[in-house]
Every structure is written in structure tokens, then in C-alpha cells.
């Protein structure tokens, strides 16, 4: 009885909170994430989130805010009633190539917060030229000859050296001419004298000329 009673309680429960549920907005989308591809830089892109109001009281968007200043959203800002369809546009700018992926978060005035995505990738349709590439061709291969390593001889050590220190120069002088001497002239009497020279000295000799 206890166990069929907490059963019931459950039961209840259960059906008060989807009274409570189904009592005001609710909003759904019938995606939440879109691709774009590949797509031209500069050229913006825009795709719309379609939703609809599955609740029982006017929706109202309370803010739609996007990652970034790339992407612009757009929404309606007056209430969707219920079973009423509308949608939420988003921009991106292509701004830059490459790939991306960016999001736009939607908060309702009840509460509710769903998140919406975007992404692609974006590519420059100019690119710049390549600049060609020039191979020259390698030089014919030359014959590379290894330097002989040097012999090292050891001597014994040597004796020591005299140093001669070179003859000085000979100056070479011509001698002057003698003058021819004359010859004094013999009178008589330097004649007598030297007879008396050789006399004083023991000898007795003729000077004639």
C-alpha cells in the first residue's frame, strides 16, 4: 500500500511540472548548426535559424549575441505566438580566408538559452602569383686531392756554430809618383872630405863617381 501510494505521488509530480512547462513559451529550432563550405573572402555570407514557438504563451527574444564583431544577427523583436514560426538570421563577414567557426547564443524572456553555429571556410580567389622557381644546374663535379701530411725528420742537436765575421773591405790606393831625386853634384871638396871619413875609421878607400 505504502510502495502504490509513493507511486502515485510520482506520478503527480511528474504531471504538475509538464502542466507548468507547457503553461508558457518554449521555443525550437529546427537546426542548430550550419556549414557555408568553402566561399570567396570579402563576399558576406548569411544563413536564417528557422523556430517556432511550441509553447502556450507569446515567446519573446530577451538578446541575441554573437562570439564576435565578424557576425552580425538579426532577430524579430516583437512576441511570436504560439505555433507562430520566425527566424534568426546570422551574418559573417568573410573578412579574412580561412576556416571559421562562430556562434550566436538566443536567450528567450523565460529563461530559456539556446546556443546557434556557424562555420565554413573561406578562401582568396586572387591569390598572388608564385614567383617560378629557377634550379641551376650543379656544376660538374672536380677531383678534390688530399694534401700529404708533412714528414716530421728529428736531428740530433747540433754543434755549436762559430760565427766568422766577414773580412773587412780592402780599400784599394794607387800610390802617388815619387819625384825623381836629383843627384847633388860632387865638388873637390866633398871629395877630400869623405877621404877624411874613411881614414879616421882605419880604412883606407877610393870614392870615385
Not at 507548468?20 to 548548426?33: H, L, P, R, V
Request: aromatic share 6%; glycine share 6%; net charge neutral.
Amino acid at each position: 500500500m505504502k510502495r502504490l501510494f509513493t507511486s502515485f505521488v510520482a506520478i503527480l509530480l511528474v504531471a504538475l511540472t509538464s502542466f507548468a512547462q507547457d503553461g508558457g513559451s518554449k521555443i525550437k529550432f529546427t537546426e542548430s548548426e550550419f556549414d557555408f563550405g568553402k566561399k570567396p573572402v570579402g563576399t558576406p555570407v548569411t544563413h536564417e535559424f528557422e523556430f517556432v514557438n511550441v509553447g502556450t504563451s507569446p515567446l519573446v527574444l530577451e538578446n541575441v549575441r554573437a562570439s564576435c564583431g565578424c557576425t552580425t544577427p538579426q532577430w524579430p523583436k516583437e512576441p511570436i505566438a504560439p505555433g507562430q514560426k520566425a527566424t534568426i538570421s546570422a551574418t559573417y563577414n568573410m573578412g579574412h580566408a580561412g576556416a571559421f567557426n562562430k556562434s550566436v547564443t538566443v536567450t528567450t524572456k523565460d529563461g530559456e538559452t539556446i546556443v546557434l553555429y556557424i562555420k565554413g571556410d573561406a578562401f582568396d580567389p586572387n591569390p598572388p602569383a608564385e614567383m617560378p622557381v629557377i634550379v641551376e644546374p650543379s656544376p660538374a663535379p672536380q677531383m678534390i686531392y688530399a694534401q700529404p701530411e708533412p714528414v716530421v725528420v728529428e736531428q740530433p742537436a747540433s754543434q755549436p756554430v762559430k760565427v766568422v765575421a766577414p773580412p773587412a773591405p780592402v780599400q784599394v790606393v794607387t800610390p802617388a809618383p815619387v819625384p825623381e831625386e836629383v843627384a847633388p853634384k860632387v865638388t873637390e871638396k866633398s871629395k877630400s872630405e869623405k877621404t877624411k871619413k874613411v881614414k879616421k875609421n882605419k880604412r883606407t878607400a877610393v870614392i870615385t863617381e
